[in-house]
T-cell receptor
Framework: EPEVTQTPSHQVTQMGQEVILRCVPI?????FYWYRQILGQKVEFLVS????????KSEIFDDQFSVERPDGSNFTLKIRSTKLEDSAMYFC?????????????FGPGTRLTVL | GDSVTQMEGPVTLSEEAFLTINCTYT??????LFWYVQYPGEGLQLLLK?????DKGSNKGFEATYRKETTSFHLEKGSVQVSDSAVYFC???????????FGTGTRLKVLA
């Protein structure tokens, strides 16, 4: 069964460093998403991406964040200068369509720890 | 604003016990409602969904009914198994946007 994959599973970085989290969405999906979950809190939407551009972003997704689909298979989230409060589990998701009732398929997550 | 509230975990049950995990939501319009499950080391998997009021989603013995009058979507299972141990997330989609709104997740531990 096709699945969304994410690498690495755990990333440890120093405050101020840049990190890139990688995702391989399901191959025939057109819509891509990043969410994050700070420990003990809700899973929060960060950004959606369609047709090589951001279709929607939350207020969390500030200038420190960027997303890219560098080739036909990868979808990346870059944090330019990490802060302690960026420590969280980051989930990538993809969907075939958008709109009401569409299923988003999620990866296993990357746990980011900022020291 | 839009939100989802789930009961706090962890929930610990003996095998074959009855499970209820409460979920209530606040949303604009008429969202679709979802339950996702995350097994250790895996991604969030869709467990079931309902797209309109009074719909019942069901899968693997789990059920949840879309209750518009109480804005709830409680997850139930009549007899849990050890293999049901996981984290369960309630979520809804949002009118006119791409995002899902999630709860905090409820960890279920089933003991043999």
């Amino acid at each position: 069964e096709p699945e969304v994959t994410q690498t690495p599973s755990h990333q440890v970085t120093q405050m101020g460093q840049e990190v890139i989290l990688r995702c391989v969405p399901i191959s025939n999906h057109l819509y891509f998403y990043w969410y994050r979950q700070i420990l003990g809190q809700k899973v929060e939407f960060l950004v959606s991406f369609y047709n090589n551009e951001i279709s929607e972003k939350s207020e969390i997704f500030d200038d420190q964040f960027s997303v890219e689909r560098p080739d036909g298979s990868n979808f990346t989230l870059k944090i330019r200068s990490t802060k302690l409060e960026d420590s969280a589990m980051y989930f990538c998701a993809s969907s075939e369509t958008s709109g009401r009732g569409n299923e988003q398929f999620f990866g296993p997550g990357t746990r980011l720890t900022v020291l | 604003g839009d939100s989802v509230t789930q009961m706090e975990g962890p929930v610990t049950l003996s095998e074959e016990a009855f499970l209820t995990i409460n979920c209530t939501y606040t949303a604009t319009g008429y969202p679709s409602l979802f339950w996702y499950v995350q097994y250790p080391g895996e991604g969030l998997q869709l467990l079931l969904k309902a797209t309109k009021a009074d719909d019942k989603g069901s899968n693997k013995g789990f059920e949840a009914t879309y209750r518009k009058e109480t804005t709830s979507f409680h997850l139930e299972k009549g007899s849990v198994q050890v293999s049901d141990s996981a984290v369960y997330f309630c979520a809804h989609d949002t009118s006119g946007t791409y995002k899902y709104i999630f709860g905090t997740g409820t960890r279920l531990k089933v003991l043999a």
